[in-house]
């Protein structure tokens, strides 16, 4: 299946402050999803991003396919953005999921 | 617009006990999958349903493990006999089709004790 590895594992940042998550793919894939799960454990889709680039409120992400990644940018963050983002590339119906970049925002 | 409906969202019984998870996909979606979510091994694929036909259930651990589908609006996911290692987070997704954009319900939280 597809390898997909995300960087950095941990990030604490202040409240206010912007950060970047990267996801690599191992191989071409069709599509690419992001997910933010919150401390309630809940999953939410925040992209569904093949190539370019889409924006939602403070977050954004683009994919260079090409290349094989993509970035999540969260930007002014607040608490409310704490939780783990994961980055999952399908190969066909089959997500590969990344193991998340844990996100800590303070107040 | 309602999402992926789970129950229960928390379930704890003890070793040896019969276990149902229950899921209503997204209406219209035609693609409905089972996942674990564990420290251990992150997000797995139990189970994928197309149009209420099981297509890869390569991902479920052991015979103990069954799931079925007998409609478009329902699903269930069955452990018998549990065992304190199936304690995990179980979820329940749904697509439009299968390489489609994946919903997830808000996910049973299983202790097995």
């Known amino acids: 299946g597809i390898q997909v590895e995300q960087s950095p594992p941990d990030l604490i940042l202040q409240e206010g402050a912007n950060s970047t998550l990267r996801c690599n793919f191992s191989d071409s894939v069709n599509n690419l999803q992001w997910f933010h799960q919150n401390p309630w454990g809940q999953l939410i889709n925040l992209f569904y991003i093949p190539s370019g680039t889409k924006q939602n409120g403070r977050l954004s992400a683009t994919t260079v396919a090409t290349e094989r990644y993509s970035l999540l940018y969260i930007s002014s963050s607040q608490t409310t953005d704490s939780g783990v983002y994961f980055c999952?590339?399908?190969?066909?119906?089959?997500?590969?999921f990344g193991a998340g970049t844990t996100v800590t925002v303070r107040a | 617009d309602a999402g992926v409906i789970q129950s229960p969202r928390h379930e704890v019984t003890e070793m040896g006990q019969e276990v149902t998870l229950r899921c209503k996909p997204i209406s219209g979606h035609n693609s409905l999958f089972w996942y674990r979510q564990t420290m251990m091994r992150g997000l797995e694929l139990l189970i994928y349903f197309n149009n209420n036909v099981p297509i890869d259930d390569s991902g479920m651990p052991e015979d103990r493990f069954s799931a079925k589908m007998p409609n478009a609006s329902f699903s269930t996911l069955k452990i018998q006999p549990s065992e304190p290692r199936d304690s995990a987070v179980y979820f329940c997704?749904?697509?439009?089709?299968?390489?489609?954009?994946?919903?997830f319900g808000p996910g049973t939280r299983l202790t097995v004790l």
């Open positions: 999952a590339a399908p190969n066909d119906y089959k997500l590969s």
């Open positions: 997704a749904s697509s439009i089709a299968g390489g489609d954009t994946q919903y």
